[in-house]
């Protein structure tokens, strides 16, 4: 207490002595593993009425006791009061105390802010850092006569503004030597209409038509930075605030803890170095599918159903989602049961089905020319396999099974496809399975209420991890698969990312350990991009900001697993920097890059196919008690509660 | 690690990422200004450094900062490859703007500032210390005004600054070596600092050979001061005095053919005589005894760097500056001849600074550090000096932001110094207590307050006005808005140095009359 100073004090009187004291004077008691203890240790020890023993608490630690504090507490222990309760700071500190933590907590207890404030200085700190990345490079900058993903967006813009919507998919092609092509949904051509009109009033000489074509001017970059910020700013940033205060995130406990998690999430490095680094606006259909997941756990499927129509309406990658999408609410369709079932099935089918129909109304005529043209763009089936390097398994095993000698396009997108649906199957089959067995029954003889589709589905909390595993196996498994579509599967990631020592610290420790593979895997296309130091110093910045630190990982398999990992991933980048590739291996670092990523990220599936099986096999198991079917009813006391 | 708590950590490696995510920044002529010198000392021989003209930015600091930059190009041979390093410090008519240039010269501006960094915190340490000495040497380490002319602009002012936090070590350690030393291989560094020397020469002599009350110098400790100052002076100008390259050197350091005020006019009272002249120009088609220079016209209105003529108030002269900013300095320091304590000391410094910013020849608005950072030391020492920092701070940051004036920058600049004030005001706000809550206070305080928020204003309009203004007639309107930003920080400096000589003036009267109180 009194080694915090001025820092402590205002904690005295803001906390609860009741919870406190039943924490810490039972020294007796079993070792406490739930997170609890940690919370918000402040009060708790500023408050302790009584001198407990240092050492008896020590099974309320993640970590395991550090001699040099041990010694310390047990030196101070009988000399007062005040001191062994330093100690216990001191240690407990070591467990949970992060950079983003002691900045949230200076924010709102040393200057007693409130949650709204801190929370809209936050989201100026997350544009300020994606500002700073945007200083770098971008996609295709100075790289005549095609450019990049810039110059698609801008393209992009630049056709929707200068041309009627008929000609919107049909531009471009052989004859207009095949620039950029308008090969996305229709929404993504909607919001390129807007910030074209904007840009046009601005840039009027970078937005003219075919004079502009890899237009690249200081003024341009900036306008087309300021693009991405504005429109994630009002589809991913209020997205991930209210996921972390809906009660459905991991860190959901105090309104601290809270911030902390959307800071994570949001300053998270794999999706800032593609959307503001690389130039790529992937946070919009993350943003429209976390807010579905949160829509369909506030029990409002068709506003969800239309939000995920977005997603899909904006980026085709979308469909790596669909089939958990799917699953949860044709699940949610047979737990309902009955004709309440096959209503809500009709109405969110009709929902969606008018999304599509909106957004696709005005390329409906000439009917089925223009819309075969847009399918086909969308979907590119004459491309191979993968362009580049991306860690799959097509091109991980690629190093010995050569795919493209066997097999002609074709029939790979075929194989590639039988595999997709082989790799979804698990998350559907379980998604469905949960559901059916444990629908309504009318021969219930308890007095349950029945079902009824404004209730919570069972399946409600598989929802993330299903998210996870459907989209790794479209990633893992399926055709023409982009480096960055790794973003897709992140999305759960960042869902189940918590506070450090939040929920159970060996999950939280994977899955940083899990993100920072996947933004490794990306360096490739950041190497080309001259976004590497940002790749370096903002990885390595995250990981500081979050309190990673791959020395202190709470479970030791864990630990050696990932130094191992890092050791590789340090001596790859180390050797790519020093040592040039022979001749005969030119592309050996991508190959090596690919191999380590995939691995992980296999591994990685499987883990999580396996907690969703065992999710649901423990729900099922409740359910097939008879009547009382807890996690439906508590979920639905939850929903009450609200 | 230096004893820094984990809040101070955070907040350094949070100013780190920053500082290296802005590498790729905009960057000013000063990058190859700097660059080229790295190239000139370390391909040419001694004798040739201040003759080389291959590339425009010729040689023009101090023979220090010359032997600084053969240090910085030293590295780049030892570590990197061949190849690269020659890239590095080719001598070039044409600029070198290569990514491993741009990395290297970047790096060599984030290691220089460990200069400033551990000076401050230093200058913290101690007795005679207190709890925000800390607060206030990392305010300084980490000062916006660093970040946009260093990190961004590109220039070495936080090393710079950083000698001058040794220098005052010394004086607050009743080191008079040290404090002499360190302020003479300053001035070897960059001549600029001869603005401040007077402070330094009143304190030194006042403060150790002949102090208030004594009727003879101290001379052994003259001697001593004197060595300690001539050392650095010797090893700077030896090599060329021997060379007989005296008067080359005073060429490149004293061009005496630029004009009364810089293009972009920095905040002082000369903007504000401008922008009076500008105003009478109008109205002259009505006032027609007013009598207009047909020179003035032409020339205020652009802002061209060269000869600056009013149209109407009669031209300034450099010597009338000089004059001027002389007297204004010899009238100031009287406080420090009577009372040459470390504190007002400090407040001096500033007060020279002040003086020399205001009405100085050809003054460039980087040189409000020269008044900012003085001034943040004295911060929490009363109301008066807080309220002093705190106008000063925000209008001579604001005066830095047209140097920035690309757009990409506008984010950074902005949320930096928002993000640096907030948190260092909410520091040292704590350390003093706001006066009696009188008429006069009271409405000071709100005048005050009026004229800090007109900032955000001003900002907007500054960002809106060039959007909306049609297109064919921004030219024509381009100065406006730096004009009005700079008459508007001017303005805020002016009082900020009010705030100054009032405290000056309470503190020589509180040490006549013993008792007086403070008012303001």
Redesign the interface.
């Known amino acids: 207490m009194q080694g915090q100073g001025t820092s402590a004090s205002p904690t005295l009187s803001r906390s609860s002595p009741g919870g406190a004291r039943d924490l810490y004077s039972h020294s007796s008691s079993p070792p406490i593993l739930a997170p609890i203890p940690q919370r918000n240790p402040y009060p708790s020890f500023s408050l302790n009425p009584s001198s407990p023993n240092p050492t008896s608490n020590s099974n309320l630690h993640l970590q395991p006791p550090n001699p040099a504090t041990t010694t310390t507490s047990a030196s101070l222990s009988s000399s007062s009061i005040a001191k062994p309760r330093r100690s216990q700071h001191r240690r407990i500190d070591e467990a949970i ?1 992060t ?1 983003l933590r ?2 949230v907590r ?1 924010l709102s207890v040393d ?1 007693g802010a409130p949650s709204w404030a801190i929370v809209v200085l936050s989201l ?2 997350v ?3 994606k ?3 945007g ?3 971008y996609s295709g900058q100075g790289a005549s006569p095609r450019f990049g993903d810039f110059e698609a967006q801008r393209f992009w813009m630049d056709l929707t503004i200068n041309e009627p919507f008929s000609r919107w998919y049909t531009v471009g092609g052989v004859d207009d030597g095949d620039w950029w092509r308008l090969d996305y949904p229709p929404l993504t051509a909607y919001i390129s209409w807007v910030f074209g009109k904007i840009g046009h009033y ?1 840039l009027p000489q970078h937005f003219a038509g075919k004079t502009s074509r890899g237009a690249e001017s ?2 341009l ?2 306008y087309m ?1 300021w693009t991405v910020l504005a429109l994630e700013s009002i589809s991913w940033w209020p997205v991930v605030v209210v996921w972390c205060w809906s009660g459905w995130g991991v860190g959901t406990r105090s309104k601290r803890t809270r911030i902390v998690t959307v800071l994570s999430i949001l300053l998270q490095p794999s999706l800032i170095l593609i959307d503001n680094g690389h130039f790529q606006y992937n946070s919009f259909p993350l943003g429209m599918t976390l807010l579905s997941v949160y829509l369909f756990q506030q029990g409002n499927d068709l506003l969800g159903a239309v939000a995920f129509s977005a997603s899909l309406l904006f980026k085709q990658m979308g469909l790596y989602w669909s089939p958990a999408v799917f699953g949860y609410l044709l699940g949610k369709c047979i737990w309902v049961g009955g004709d309440e079932g096959l209503t809500l099935f009709i109405k969110i089918g009709a929902t969606t089905a008018t999304t599509f129909l909106l957004a696709f109304a005005p390329f409906l005529r000439p009917f089925p020319q223009t819309l075969l043209i847009l399918l086909e763009r969308i979907f590119p089936l004459q491309r191979g396999i993968f362009e580049d390097k991306v860690a799959n398994f097509w091109c991980a095993s690629n190093v010995v099974l050569k795919w493209k000698n066997w097999f002609a396009a074709g029939s790979m997108a075929k194989l590639a496809t039988l595999a997709t649906l082989v790799g979804i199957a698990p998350t559907l089959g379980i998604l469905l399975w949960t559901s059916y067995r444990l629908r309504c029954r009318p021969s219930s003889t308890a007095p349950t209420p029945p079902q009824s589709p404004s209730m919570l589905p069972p399946t409600a909390p598989l929802l993330p991890l299903a998210l996870f595993t459907s989209s790794m196996a479209f990633f893992l498994f399926s055709f023409q698969v982009h480096e960055k579509s790794v973003l897709v599967p992140l999305l759960s990631v960042l869902m189940l990312l918590g506070e450090k020592g939040e929920g159970d610290g060996i999950i939280w420790d994977g899955i940083v350990g899990l993100l920072n593979v996947a933004t490794f895997s990306m360096y490739p296309l950041l190497k080309r991009d ?1 976004q590497t ?2 790749y370096i ?2 990885t390595l ?1 995250w990981n ?1 900001l979050v309190g990673y630190n791959p020395v202190k990982v709470v479970d030791l398999k864990m630990r050696w697993f990932g130094y191992a990992v890092y050791a590789f991933i340090v001596s790859h980048h180390l050797m790519e920097a020093f040592v040039p590739p022979s001749s005969r291996y030119p592309d050996i670092y991508p190959v090596t890059n690919v191999l380590l990523s995939f691995s992980i990220f296999s591994l990685a599936w499987l883990v999580a196919s396996w907690k969703l099986l065992e999710m649901a096999v423990s729900m099922v198991g409740l359910g097939d008690l008879g009547s009382e079917r807890p996690v439906s009813s508590s979920a639905n006391v939850a929903k009450k509660d609200k | 690690m230096l004893g820094f708590s984990r809040g101070e950590r955070d907040i350094l490696v949070a100013v780190v990422i920053v500082k290296i995510l802005l590498f790729p920044a905009y960057r000013s002529t000063d990058f190859e200004v700097h660059r080229n010198w790295l190239a000139i000392t370390s391909n040419l021989r001694l004798s040739r450094w201040y003759f080389d003209t291959t590339s425009e930015w010729t040689l023009d600091y101090p023979p220090f900062f010359a032997y600084f930059s053969y240090l910085l190009a030293l590295p780049a041979r030892l570590i990197l490859e061949k190849g690269t390093a020659n890239e590095i410090l080719q001598l070039s008519r044409l600029p070198v703007e290569t990514w491993a240039t741009v990395l290297y010269m970047r790096m060599t501006v984030l290691i220089s500032e460990l200069v400033l960094l551990f000076g401050v915190l230093r200058l913290a340490e101690g007795p005679g210390s207190g709890r925000y000495d800390r607060i206030i040497g990392l305010s300084i380490a980490m000062h916006p005004g660093f970040l946009i002319l260093d990190s961004i602009h590109f220039q070495y002012n936080a090393f710079l600054f950083g000698l001058m936090a040794w220098s005052l070590v010394g004086a607050k350690e009743s080191k008079p070596v040290l404090c002499a030393g360190a302020f003479a291989t300053l001035l070897m560094f960059k001549h600029i600092y001869v603005y401040l020397a007077p402070a330094w020469f009143v304190y030194l002599l006042r403060a150790y050979c002949f102090p208030p009350g004594s009727s003879t110098l101290n001379i052994p400790r003259l001697t001593a001061i004197g060595v300690s100052t001539i050392v650095p002076f010797a090893l700077a100008l030896g090599p060329f005095i021997y060379l007989g390259q005296l008067d080359q050197l005073g060429k490149r350091l004293f061009p005496f053919t630029r004009g009364l005020m810089h293009a972009y006019w920095a905040p002082n009272v000369w903007a504000t005589i401008a922008l009076v002249d500008r105003l009478l120009l109008k109205l002259s088609t009505r006032l027609t005894f007013l009598k207009i220079s047909a020179t003035g016209i032409a020339s205020t209105s652009r802002g061209l760097v060269g000869d600056t003529n009013f149209a109407i108030l009669p031209d300034i002269k450099p010597v009338e500056c000089f004059i001027l900013t002389g007297l204004t300095q010899v009238t100031l320091l009287t406080e420090l001849w009577q009372k040459p304590t470390y504190k007002t000391f400090l407040r001096s410094i500033a007060q020279c600074g002040f003086a020399s910013f205001m009405f100085g020849w050809h003054v460039h608005e980087k040189a409000v550090m020269l008044v900012l950072v003085p001034l943040s030391l004295l911060a929490t020492e009363d109301w008066n000096h807080f309220r002093a920092w705190l106008i000063a701070s925000v209008a001579g940051i604001y005066s830095l932001f047209p140097l920035l004036f690309n757009a990409a920058e506008t984010p950074v600049k902005l949320g930096y110094s928002l993000i640096w004030l907030g948190l260092v005001y909410v520091n040292l706000r704590r350390s003093v207590t706001p006066p009696l809550s009188t008429m006069t206070n009271r409405t000071i305080t709100w005048l005050e307050t009026i004229y800090l928020s007109a900032f955000p204003a001003l900002q907007l309009g500054n960002s809106l006005v060039p959007l909306l203004i049609a297109r064919d007639k921004r030219e024509k309107w381009e100065f406006l808005p730096l004009m009005v930003t700079s008459v508007w920080c001017s303005l805020g400096l002016m009082w900020s140095w009010a705030r100054l000589c009032w405290a000056s003036a309470t503190a020589m009267q509180t040490s006549k009359t013993p008792g007086a109180r403070k008012r303001l």
């Open positions: 105390d950079p002691r900045l200076y200057l100026g700190m544009g300020l850092v500002w700073l990345v200083l770098g490079g601005l200081a003024a970059k900036t930075r001259d130091l940002q110093v903002w910045g500081y």
